[in-house]
């Protein structure tokens, strides 16, 4: 009798062990649970009525999407969206898309040593009238005072070299570390009469002249064939090195996120990540949402001699990598999304804000960009149990904004160079930042509240933003395919 009942409790404990698992393996696997993640760089919290969703405001009439057509990608709206069909808007056409994540290579940022200062890129810029500069970006020792000397060619033989000196300009966050970021600023002649596709460079010393051309570039302009802003995309956002553990959940509701407020392309550069997150990126690379860049630094330099690896130079890259083809671009890390206040998305916020301001925005030719204060939404609060995303689920923030913890949205084509945080220096003095305030729009950003570098704030009182959950429809169908697509891509390879 004794061993029936122990054969008994036996089973039924096996059984509840299963159950366990079962239920553990779909938390974890099945369903977009939230996880907490805070970045390891310097990159706390508002409570219950639901606000009016995009879907179920005017039939979320001002937003407008993205969709990938077989030939290019074009804006369209999305007016006949009913959130009754919220697991299958009608703007978004579910892609049976065969990945292969095998065959899909990121770029690569190089950085070219010559003589210890290590060049990574070069452009052509005609921005000021009757004038052509070469930009050269560069990483080196702060400490190394050695600059650079560009050479021209006349001549198709290349049989004769004009040699110009360059400016030597610091980048503004170098933060006192060993290295830190140069553009070099060299005049092209004007007996150079065709535009120049390549520069070669040297370092100069007190016998300059005896130097010979060690690195030749090339040059990639800054403006389109065509300057008409109809050649032109409207906004990609720049996602600085990402490294670290970063849990998919929060990748993929950040680039969801960010579609849905209208940006028609990430920028990411791919520090060093784990392997879910690669395939995650060559996932959405293969549907064209997202381009990659490897962001490898030359050896030596690290996260104890360099800011934040290398996050200025990175800015500066796809600020002048994306001039030509981008109207607008904004600058964000993975725990900060940009939240309109009025409007459902950029476009109309941007409407909105040129009408205030009496301006359009086919004419901010003095506006170099536009500056969002932020508040945190930290994790030590209750989460909303009806919600399962982390944007959505935190929702107590400071009450209290931080205009120096801003980021802003620029238009490329009118800055010289961009500080983290701010404006360093546009292409022309005469050009300005708008500020725009907190009731137009928000930097949400999802880590604890911190005050350094920020005398003015205040962690406490925090107050109740419900704002996010007009896109909880849109965002949690999205989310949800993504991941759905995403695990079966990780169970075939």
């Not at 890259?317 to 900060?336: I, S, W």
Request: hydrophobic content about 35%; some cysteine; aromatic content about 12%.
């Amino acid at each position: 009798m004794r061993m029936l009942r122990v054969q008994r409790y036996t089973y039924y404990f096996i059984l509840g062990v299963m159950a366990y698992l079962s239920l553990a393996y779909y938390i974890h696997f099945r369903s977009p649970q939230i996880q907490e993640w805070t970045p390891l760089r310097d990159t706390g919290q508002d409570t219950h009525s639901r606000p009016v969703s995009i879907q179920e405001k005017d039939g979320i009439r001002n937003i407008s999407t993205w969709q990938r057509t077989t030939d290019q990608m074009r804006l369209i709206d999305a007016s006949n969206y009913h959130g009754t069909d919220v697991h299958r808007p009608l703007y978004f056409e579910k892609e049976n898309i065969n990945i292969k994540l095998g065959k899909i290579k990121f770029g690569s940022v190089e950085f070219q040593n010559l003589e210890h200062i290590y060049v990574y890129a070069a452009f052509l810029d005609k921005r000021i009238q009757n004038k052509t500069y070469a930009r050269i970006f560069a990483l080196q020792r702060t400490t190394n005072l050695e600059g650079l000397l560009c050479r021209f060619y006349l001549g198709e033989n290349k049989e004769t070299a004009l040699t110009v000196f360059t400016e030597k300009y610091e980048m503004c966050e170098n933060h006192g570390k060993g290295y830190g970021g140069y553009i070099y600023t060299c005049q092209v002649p004007e007996l150079i009469h065709d535009t120049p596709t390549t520069v070669s460079l040297s370092t100069y010393s007190t016998n300059f002249a005896q130097s010979n051309p060690q690195l030749t570039l090339n040059l990639t302009p800054l403006q389109s064939n065509s300057n008409s802003d109809s050649q032109l995309s409207f906004f990609r956002v720049c996602v600085p090195p990402i490294f670290g553990n970063i849990p998919l959940n929060i990748l993929i509701q950040y680039i969801e996120l960010t579609k849905i407020l209208g940006g028609s392309k990430l920028f990411f550069y791919k520090y060093n990540v784990s392997k879910s997150v690669e395939k995650l990126l060559k996932y959405y690379t293969a549907k064209g949402d997202i381009h990659v860049l490897n962001w490898n630094l030359p050896p030596g330099v690290n996260v104890f001699n360099i800011w934040y690896n290398g996050q200025l130079l990175a800015i500066q890259d796809c600020l002048y990598r994306n001039m030509a083809a981008f109207k607008f671009l904004l600058f964000t890390d993975l725990d900060e999304i940009l939240i309109p206040r009025q409007a459902n998305n950029w476009v109309t916020m941007l409407h909105n804000m040129a009408l205030k301001s009496e301006h359009s925005l086919s004419n901010l030719d003095d506006i170099a960009g536009f500056s969002f204060q932020s508040v945190f939404f930290g994790p030590n609060q209750e989460p909303d149990p009806g919600q399962t995303l982390q944007f959505l689920q935190r929702r107590d923030r400071t009450q209290v904004t931080s205009k120096i913890r801003s980021k802003l949205l620029i238009q490329p084509s009118h800055v010289f160079e961009l500080g983290i945080h701010h404006m360093s220096r546009p292409i022309r003095d005469n050009m300005t930042v708008m500020s725009v305030g907190p009731d137009e729009a928000l930097l949400h950003h999802y880590r604890s509240c911190v005050r350094s570098f920020d005398a003015n704030m205040k962690c406490y009182p925090q107050i109740r933003d419900d704002t996010v959950l007009k896109y909880a429809d849109l965002l949690n169908a999205l989310t949800r395919s993504v991941m759905l697509d995403v695990l079966n891509l990780l169970k075939q390879s």
